[in-house]
């Protein structure tokens, strides 16, 4: 019912800034970022709840990361501040009707495809 398109991600340098997007269809949910790099597990980024009153952010992206939506739009959006070598991975936006501020991926029904973020000098 519900589809998810990421956009924006890219090659940074450390220390830079990218905006990623993500386009809901089907209704509107609550959502979520997670990020995935070679040879880890998917791992959890932040969430936001579907009125976007309040977000949860992974202890590594703490003070660095913002996630907001914008309701009227059905879409949500990850600014990525002081980013590091760390921060490489493909990034997922997740959707679901029931959760709160899940950290656990089994809580997201539906997935984008994810897009690639790549941060090098």
């Known amino acids: 019912q519900v589809q998810l398109v990421e956009s924006g991600g890219g090659l940074v340098q450390p220390g830079g800034s990218l905006r990623l997007s993500c386009a809901a269809t089907g209704g509107t949910v609550a959502m979520a970022w997670f990020r995935q790099a070679p040879g880890k597990e998917r791992e959890f980024v932040t969430a936001i709840t579907r009125s976007g009153g309040t977000s949860n952010y992974a202890d590594s992206v703490k003070g660095r990361f913002i996630i907001s939506r914008d309701n009227a739009k059905n879409t949500v959006s990850l600014q990525m501040n002081s980013l590091n070598a760390e921060d490489t991975a493909v990034y997922y936006c997740?959707?679901?009707?029931?959760?709160?501020?899940?950290?656990?991926?089994?809580?997201?029904?539906?997935w984008g495809q994810g897009t690639q973020v790549t941060v090098s000098s």
């Open positions: 997740a959707a679901a009707f029931g959760a709160y501020l899940s950290q656990n991926a089994v809580n997201y029904k539906f």
